[in-house]
């Protein structure tokens, strides 16, 4: 069985940057209801145009509506549900029993279970089953004995974190940033305070002067999970990050759909192949999460929490003139004649040209650009497609 | 309103009744997290024998996450509690509530996950599975607890009111992974329960952390108290959970007593309340706060 491939998406560029990159389906969160507050969230009517894009792809949105309820967010929970319905999404990602049931009530929408649930068992999956769940998302706390165990028994659709942020505790029940900071983490307002600093004391005192303590974890990556888990039956394969860049979603995508595919044809490259794509994106350090068994030290974030990436982003293709030959985009990173770039389209293979003619704003003719968010543009050999990822070389 | 108090050892259960339990919550090998004592299987029949003795319901702890591999146990476990005359399971995990409800003894069971229920309208979902019980979320305002406890019918509603309550609870071993990567030459405490976490931004503010088999749970640095939040919530709600962990015998029975009406708060809050705080009970968190600025 092939498994969806399951994108984050921040707003809809990132939306059809994810598609056209190779995910089977995106899940974004609306303007209410949904964990990340601060992401750029969708309005109504960007969720129905982003259901119309997928949907011509022949691909999927999914909706979050994964908070916690308080009573305050029980009136206008129906209406909401209504709007969703309206706009045509494929399923509503819930984490509450009074969304999953007025969802059904409501509508024909199909419920997915949020990993805020923390699902481990398959008789917590047989539960909420009978409830009407369509598919779980499976707490990022197991291991590939455990996933595999648990999809042997039970028929409900399976779906599995393969890569971005970890939560430091069991998700959903985390109120770390309640506490320190008045912030809801499961109504979308989580500071992130297990990344904070902290130090371990004892009654009579520090143990250390430095604030090293990690509770933050390191971000997860599967690459050489992948084809096990599909080999487990697992119905969908999801890469966290609603506020990651275009750049991340890209990357990340493109290199978990060729393994996919690769593996599914029996093609399957080196491991340095997939390596390579990843660190195109701006990823945080990573390891494998649980999925090999307890976690250790090499799991937790001591320290710096940044890998760089190898080449820095320069933006993204919005349009291609053939007359002129110039691909135009939004400046990220400083380029200078006689750099070289790698062009990324959306579902063909990467290739790199030297940059002989640089055009700024204005349309005149410059030897460097550094000034970032403007539009520029550059002298391209071949025709590139718009969301043609443009990455410089260094 | 039963007030539910945690019994460390078979000779408390007297005292702690004196002192003002109607109910006692045991840990149990196996399925209770952070517990400062747990008792084995035989221990756990004397403890009930003794408890019916003295007409106290006797609540099962099962508060650690549950994995595939510790089902087939834990269905063998609530079997055997369930015969030998425990009053209910008080399951963290839905894992074990659903396990609970494929054995028949849904009517045993109070879900209390800590967060989730959340609104008024948990009770009602849990209700149509045949529980007994829900405990309400420790992170939500006393106007939305009493909204919740008010409003249900055909379920009990219970409360976490009163102790030092987990932040959260993370299957990673923290300090294990920390002595790891400091290495072999620094030098550990002795006593595990006497580790706590500073932030730098909140020096002096010092959070409990324990690790044990199920992972790290991290703890608010200061302790819940409800005096007089309980009065108020005493016609609504059935069982009123008095949390043991971090506190010495004298005071954990002088909390007991205020709940029962047989000591004053504030001769309690003289003497102990620097170390402790309303919680949420009036403080409504939100998206953002102004201010922070992390």
């Known amino acids: 069985m092939k498994p969806e491939l399951l994108a984050p998406a921040g707003d809809l560029e990132r939306l059809k940057i994810a598609l056209l990159f190779g995910a089977d389906a995106v899940y974004v969160g609306g303007p209410e209801y949904s964990l990340r507050a601060r992401a750029s969230n969708f309005t109504i009517d960007d969720i129905a145009e982003g ?9 999927k949105l999914y909706a979050t509506v994964n908070i916690i309820l308080t009573n305050d967010d029980l009136p206008g929970l129906d209406g909401y549900l ?6 045509g999404v494929d399923a509503i990602i819930a984490s509450a029993p009074v969304v999953l049931d007025r969802a059904r009530a409501l509508t024909q929408i199909p419920v997915h279970l949020s990993t805020q649930q923390s699902v481990t068992t398959s008789a917590a999956a047989a539960f909420w089953q009978n409830a009407g769940i369509e598919r779980i998302v499976l707490a990022r706390e197991l291991s590939l004995a455990e996933i595999r165990s648990l999809a042997a028994h039970t028929d409900v659709e399976l779906e599995v974190f393969i890569h971005g942020g970890m939560c430091a505790s069991y998700s959903g029940r985390c109120t770390i940033s309640n506490y320190l900071a008045d912030r809801d983490a499961n109504r979308g307002g989580c500071a992130h305070s297990c990344r904070w600093n902290y130090r371990l004391v004892t009654k009579n005192g520090p143990l250390t002067d430095e604030y090293d303590f990690a509770l933050g974890a390191k971000d997860l990556e599967t690459l050489t999970f992948i084809p096990a888990l599909i080999d487990a039956g697992i119905t969908a394969f999801k890469i966290e990050g609603r506020m990651k860049s275009a750049n991340y979603v890209a990357a990340t995508v493109a290199c978990y759909r060729l393994l996919i ?3 599914l044809a029996g093609t399957l490259r080196p491991w340095d192949v997939y390596r390579e794509l990843l660190a195109k994106a701006e990823n945080r350090v990573a390891a494998d999460g649980f999925l090999a068994g307890p976690t250790s030290a090499r799991h937790q974030l001591y320290g710096s929490g940044m890998n760089l990436p190898r080449q820095d982003f320069l933006g993204y293709v919005t349009a291609y003139d053939p007359g002129t030959g110039q691909a135009s985009f939004e400046l990220k990173n400083a380029l200078i004649i006689g750099d070289v770039v790698e062009a990324s389209p959306p579902g063909e293979a990467a290739f790199v040209f030297p940059v002989a003619e640089l055009f700024a704003a204005d349309g005149t003719r410059v030897d460097f650009l550094k000034k970032p968010m403007e539009n520029v543009a550059v002298s391209v050999p071949r025709f590139l497609a718009p969301y043609t990822m443009l990455r410089k070389v260094i | 309103m039963r007030i539910v108090a945690t019994l460390d050892r078979i000779d408390e259960l007297a005292r702690l009744q004196t002192a003002g339990a109607d109910a006692l919550m045991v840990s149990v090998i196996g399925f209770s997290a952070a517990a400062r004592t747990v008792f084995l299987p035989a221990e756990l029949t004397d403890v009930l024998a003794a408890a019916t003795e003295r007409d106290m319901p006797v609540y099962i702890d099962i508060s650690s996450p549950i994995h595939e591999a510790m089902l087939p146990d834990l269905e063998c476990q609530m079997i055997r509690w369930a015969n030998a005359g425990a009053e209910a399971f008080v399951c963290s995990d839905l894992s074990a509530v659903a396990v609970a409800i494929r054995l028949g003894l849904a009517d045993q069971t ?3 996950p800590g967060t989730f229920n959340a609104n008024l309208y948990a009770p009602w979902f849990y209700k149509r599975q045949g529980l007994r019980g829900i405990t309400v979320s420790r992170e939500i305002t006393l106007e939305d607890v009493v909204a919740i406890a008010v409003n249900h019918e055909g379920i009990e509603i219970s409360f976490i009111g009163h102790g030092h309550l987990p932040m959260f609870h993370s299957r990673r071993r923290f300090l294990s992974d920390y002595r790891e990567y400091r290495g072999a030459d620094f030098v550990w ?3 595990s329960m006497d580790l706590f976490l500073e932030e730098r931004e909140r ?7 324990v690790e044990d088999a199920t992972g790290t749970l991290l703890f608010r640095d200061r302790r819940l108290q409800s005096f007089d939040e309980a009065a108020i919530l005493a016609p609504y709600i059935a069982d009123f959970f008095v949390s043991r962990r971090f ?5 954990y029975d002088a909390a007991l007593g205020v709940y029962a009406g047989r000591g004053e708060a504030k001769t309690f809050l003289d003497r102990y309340g620097a170390s402790y705080d309303s919680g949420f009970h009036y403080r409504k968190t939100g998206l953002s706060k102004e201010g922070d600025g992390r």
């Open chain 1, 261 to 263: 595919d690769d593996h």
């Open chain 2, 189 to 191: 405490p002795s006593g």
């Open chain 1, 82 to 87: 209504l709007a969703l319905c309206r706009a």
């Open chain 2, 203 to 209: 020096p002096g503010r010092r959070f409990p952390i």
């Open chain 2, 110 to 112: 109070i879900y209390q």
């Open chain 2, 247 to 251: 506190i010495a015998d004298d005071e």
């Open chain 1, 51 to 59: 259901v119309a894009f997928a949907h011509r792809l022949g691909k």
